[in-house]
């Protein structure tokens, strides 16, 4: 049906997800699809590269996709991107998902072996190992939780922890963040939760406090630079700033700190 809205694909991402789409986009069908269980995973639009439509337009059968991630670089926070810039400074390519969580398990044991203390011997092997349990189980709360690419790491009862969800949606086969995100409150109790609510940035959902996150693209393009004063250290430039935001809020009030005159046009 056409004129269903959001298509929800609950199958893996695998070769059935892939015959689902195919199918789907073959019969003209061009709703956005929300496809679960690791579909935001980078190897997924690899699935594509071999159909003839894909070929001739790349993005064919990913374009209008939405998938859930618990990490996405280009809406990341700042732990993600240095460890993106070390990756690609170390190896020459952005990382993807799994090495971000590889990483991020790392980070968690670093950590748990600080707050051990172990001694690292031989004699001392099985006593270390109960003292680095134990020290995993202490991140057991927003206040004592281990700062990861993620976000932050704390176990629950059972030794299970939470992440948050983001959603994203390819363009062509990029796989970027959707515009709004929903980003769990990890300590509620340090947030004025009436005043954020009545505000719209705060949501509860099946008794969980979220934050309203909007994700904004950003860029500028520079048509010409003039005017060059080397001993002023001044210039001229005509320029494009272009943002790609969700909702209506107003962005024309740009602020240049260092600029000696004011924008002189602003377009939205």
């Known amino acids: ?88 400074r170390a190896y020459g390519t952005l990382p993807d998902v799994r090495s971000a969580l590889y990483y991020e ?13 172990v001694q690292g011997t031989l004699e001392s092997k099985e006593a270390d190992r109960d003292l680095v349990r134990k020290a995993l189980a202490s991140f057991d709360s927003p206040d004592h939780a281990v700062h990861t690419v993620t976000g932050t790491v704390a176990f629950r009862k059972g030794s299970s922890s939470t992440y948050g969800v983001r959603i994203g949606t390819f363009v062509g086969r990029e796989f970027i963040s959707a515009p709004i995100q929903l980003v769990p409150v990890p300590n509620p109790a340090l947030v004025d939760i009436d005043k954020e609510m009545a505000s719209g940035n705060l949501l509860r959902l099946s008794g969980q406090y979220l934050w309203r996150q909007r994700v904004v693209y950003t860029g500028i393009d520079f048509n010409q630079i003039s005017r060059l004063d080397q001993g002023k250290r001044t210039f001229a430039v005509d320029m494009l700033i272009w943002f790609r935001y ?23």
């Open 105 to 117: 398990v790392a980070q968690v044991v670093v950590e748990a072996l600080k707050v051990a203390g």
């Open 1 to 88: 049906d056409r004129d269903a809205g959001l298509i929800v694909l609950g199958v893996s991402p695998n070769t059935a997800a892939r015959d689902v789409v195919v199918n789907l986009r073959r019969r003209g069908v061009l709703n956005p699809i929300l496809a679960a269980r690791g579909a935001g995973y980078d190897q997924f639009p690899t699935a594509f590269t071999q159909l003839d439509e894909e070929q001739r337009n790349p993005g064919f059968f990913t374009n209008g996709l939405y998938a859930d991630a618990p990490l996405i670089f280009d809406s990341a926070g700042e732990q993600a991107q240095v460890f993106a810039e070390n990756h690609r």
């Open 246 to 268: 969700a909702d209506a809020d107003d962005v024309a009030a740009i602020e240049l700190p260092n600029a000696l005159d004011k924008i002189g046009r602003a377009h939205v």
